[in-house]
T-cell receptor
């Protein structure tokens, strides 16, 4: 069965420090992978996505993620965290059926706190 | 260009009651997915509607049902509410099938509290 795990429930970093959020997936075929961010009281916003090609993908707000097939991982990184990055981050995998993806499965999320 | 809109934003119900949540997809989108997000958890896939039919369904009981209208808007209905149904219900729309954008556009959600 398809699944997504995010080992870190909560992470605290200082403003200006680098960030890495971990994500591991289980999926039998080539995965379509995503990172979403959710600020308090709001819906989810897409940060970046991986479908194929270059394993290092760039997203919005200075985020990037690297796909490593051998490790079934898709870790999210940012070189310098801003206070406004404090939010909940979700890794997700798309389950592809027929000619288009049919559902997206989300991990449990990692809550990021930023210390000024 | 309006994004995904959901209503109501907040509602309180008692056990055993029924609730209907509404969603209007982003302009140009024809596929609507519903997710349940319990406090402190990731969104759980309920079902997806395309061409007014339920195309995929997650592991949710039949108490959860839905509908999609010709204008692509959608409703989520939950019958015989349980305390455990308290959650944020998220609607997400996506671009026409086959375009492979892979991106879900989410609404702000409907916060349901069951007492």
């Amino acid at each position: 069965a398809q699944s997504v795990t995010q080992p870190d429930i909560h992470i605290t970093v200082s403003e200006g420090a680098s960030l890495e959020l971990r994500c591991n997936y289980s999926y039998g075929a080539t995965p379509y992978l995503f990172w979403y961010v959710q600020s308090p009281g709001q819906g989810l916003q897409l940060l970046l996505k991986y479908f194929s090609g270059d394993t290092l993908v760039q997203g919005i707000k200075g985020f990037e993620a690297e796909f490593k097939r051998s490790q079934s991982s898709f870790n999210l990184r940012k070189p310098s965290v801003h206070w406004s990055d404090a939010a909940e981050y979700f890794c997700a995998v798309a389950v592809i059926m027929k000619t288009s993806y049919d559902k997206v499965i989300f991990g449990p999320g990692t809550s990021l706190s930023v210390i000024p | 260009d309006a994004g995904v809109t959901q209503s109501p934003t907040h509602l309180i119900k008692t056990r055993g009651q029924q609730v209907t949540l509404r969603c209007s997809p982003k302009s140009g989108h024809d596929t609507v997915s519903w997710y349940q997000q319990a406090l402190g958890q990731g969104p759980q896939f309920i079902f997806q509607y395309y061409e007014e039919e339920e195309r995929q369904r997650g592991n949710f009981p039949d108490r959860f049902s839905g509908h999609q209208f010709p204008n692509y808007s959608s409703e989520l209905n939950v019958n015989a509410l349980l305390l455990g149904d308290s959650a944020l219900y998220l609607c997400a729309s996506s671009s026409p099938s086959g375009s492979f954008t892979g991106e879900l556009f989410f609404g702000e959600g409907s916060r349901l509290t069951v007492l």
